[in-house]
Nanobody, 125 residues
Framework: QVQLVESGGGLVQAGGSLNLSCAASVRTGLRYTIGWFRQAPGKEREFVAAITWTGGNTRYTDSVEGRFAISRVNAKNTASLQMNNLRPEDTAVYYC??????????????????WGQGTQVTVSS
């Protein structure tokens, strides 16, 4: 019911910025919460940020609070993750995910049914 494609990853120096995009192909009428997760080599996939269907509520993991900003444009079925002041420890594959339980800001992997293929973000020191 939902297909997701991420883009915008790349190589950036510490302190730099990147904007990740998530394009969704969605059956008409579906509402969904969007989450961003990341997975570094040898580590578990971890929650980064989430935004509800209306965009009125957002949630971030502590390590990115104040540096990252999640947003969405429902008319275009897109979501974004603006990442500023990047650090080497932000290096990971970033995934967007969708949950049809659209009223809550889910922070666990199991709450999301649909996943994109991921985009690599590498931050050099």
């Amino acid at each position: 019911q939902v297909q997701l494609v991420e883009s915008g990853g790349g190589l950036v120096q510490a302190g730099g910025s990147l904007n990740l995009s998530c394009a969704a192909s969605v059956r008409t009428g579906l509402r969904y919460t969007i989450g961003w997760f990341r997975q570094a080599p040898g580590k578990e996939r971890e929650f980064v940020a989430a935004i509800t269907w209306t965009g009125g509520n957002t949630r971030y993991t502590d390590s990115v609070e104040g540096r990252f900003a999640i947003s969405r444009v429902n008319a275009k079925n897109t979501a974004s993750l603006q990442m500023n002041n990047l650090r080497p420890e932000d290096t990971a594959v970033y995934y967007c995910a969708a949950s049809l339980n659209w009223t809550k800001l889910w922070a666990t992997k199991t709450s999301y049914t649909y996943w994109g293929q991921g985009t690599q973000v590498t931050v050099s020191s």
